[in-house]
């Protein structure tokens, strides 16, 4: 069964500083791969997802992803952190065109001002 | 813009009452979600839904039901509320690619 490992249950940083939550999946095939964000109090949006081609791909925000396949990675990344960027982030797994995801723990950024 | 409404964002509800969560969606979306987010264990699937009438229990079904009757409505039941019931439930809709989230329901069972 796929699943979805975020190492990282809480990471603080100062604002202006670089980002990365890591990411790591199981599954079998290739799988679509997305990052989620979650403000306090509110639903999900999506920040970025990769389906195929070039393995580096650009979201929202300022956001971007690098997939590694022979790190069974998609760690989400950021140069440069804003305090709005103080948020809870997932990593998910999507297969059989959108008819099933399975979302990892979850990391919880903090910024510092 | 894509939307997906969830009816409630607050709930208070006793134990034993039966409960509704309704959701819509207006992108004509054959896929839906309810999943329940509790923290430390991210999103876990409840049930999902293909199309209309059609139904798969997830990861957690057991003291929820699910219906849906129109395409754009997935309605989530819990036939007698219980107190480990009380979390955040989020409902989501997909076709063929990402899912896309309504605001989520906090329900509290007391």
């Known amino acids: 069964a796929q699943s979805v490992t975020q190492p990282d249950i809480h990471i603080t940083v100062s604002e202006g500083a670089s980002l990365e939550l890591r990411c790591n999946y199981s599954y079998g095939a290739t799988p679509y791969l997305f990052w989620y964000v979650q403000s306090p109090g509110q639903g999900l949006q999506l920040l970025l997802k990769?389906?195929?081609?070039?393995?580096l791909v650009q979201g929202i925000k300022g956001f971007e992803a690098e997939f590694k396949r022979s790190q069974s990675s998609f760690n989400l990344r950021k140069p440069s952190v804003h305090w709005s960027d103080a948020a809870e982030y997932f990593c998910?797994?999507?297969?059989?065109?959108?008819?099933?995801?399975?979302f990892g723990p979850g990391t919880r950024l903090s910024v510092l001002p | 813009d894509v939307k997906v409404t969830q009816s409630s964002r607050y709930l208070v509800k006793r134990t034993g009452e039966k409960v509704f969560l309704e959701c819509v969606q207006d992108m004509d979306h054959e896929n839906m979600f309810w999943y329940r987010q509790d923290p430390g264990l991210g999103l876990r699937l409840i049930y999902f839904?293909?199309?209309?009438?059609?139904?798969e229990k997830g990861d957690i079904p057991e003291g929820y039901s699910v219906s849906r009757e129109k395409k754009e409505r997935f309605s989530l039941i819990l036939e007698s509320a219980s107190t480990n019931q009380t979390s955040m439930y989020l409902c989501a809709s997909s076709k063929n690619t990402e899912a896309f989230f309504g605001q989520g329901t906090r329900l509290t069972v007391v």
């Open positions: 839904s293909y199309d209309v009438k059609m139904k």
């Open positions: 998910a797994v999507g297969k059989n065109y959108g008819q099933n995801f399975v």
């Open positions: 990769y389906f195929s081609g070039d393995t």
